[in-house]
């Protein structure tokens, strides 16, 4: 699967569905190249995990890495995502479900 890239899209809405469906079953595999392939290929690149930001590929690969060696089992599920369209992108922001 190509890595993801910047672009204009109409039906962003699915399309970021789709890449949600994607990321889940990689995080659920344990694999990290499926799981990096849901992320835009960017110096821009940032994700929250822990409360702590991580920035570019290397630092998001190293911090899904290190949740992959630290737990058996990854259950990953999506509850409620936020999609804004930003330009040319789309932020999500998920919030797991609360207990």
């Not at 949600?20 to 110096?43: E, H, L, N, Q, T």
């Not at 409360?51 to 509850?79: C, H, N, P, W």
Request: contains cysteine; negative net charge; glycine residues 4%.
């Amino acid at each position: 699967m190509p890595t993801l890239t910047s672009r204009r899209t109409d039906n962003w809405e699915t399309e970021n569905h789709d890449l949600d469906g994607r990321f889940v079953a990689a995080m659920s595999a344990k694999d990290i190249d499926r799981a990096m392939s849901c992320f835009i290929d960017s110096p821009d690149l940032a994700v929250v995990l822990w409360g702590k930001e991580f920035r570019g590929r290397a630092q998001v690969r190293d911090a899904i890495s290190t949740m992959f060696a630290a737990y058996d089992e990854i259950t990953l599920t999506i509850d409620r995502v936020r999609e804004f369209c930003l330009g040319d992108s789309v932020f999500a922001a998920a919030k797991p479900p609360t207990r």
